[in-house]
């Protein structure tokens, strides 16, 4: 349904016929960490996710899964060789 409440004229799955069905009947501005991330949208009453309605809960538990503003980073391969055999493998 077409949200009423915040983000008006946007379809919204928390919208029913007798309003918003979200705890709290509302969603929740963005945080600090969410900026950047290309899936945030200004409307008349702020800054909101256009993906999910509470974004404090997402950064909770670490990063959004949704963000795209954050870098997966990459692990290096630490790997400890034993130079006897990494000398074999470069014989063949």
Known sequence: MICT???KGIDCPFMAANGCSYNGG???EIIEK???CSRIKEYSSGWYCTVYPEPPLKW???KCNLAT???AESKEN???INPL???KRGNN
């Open 5 to 7: 409440t915040l983000r």
């Open 78 to 80: 630490n790997l400890k």
């Open 26 to 28: 509302l969603c929740h």
């Open 34 to 36: 969410c900026h950047g």
């Open 60 to 62: 909770k538990n670490g």
């Open 85 to 87: 055999k990494a000398s």
């Open 69 to 71: 503003n954050v870098v």
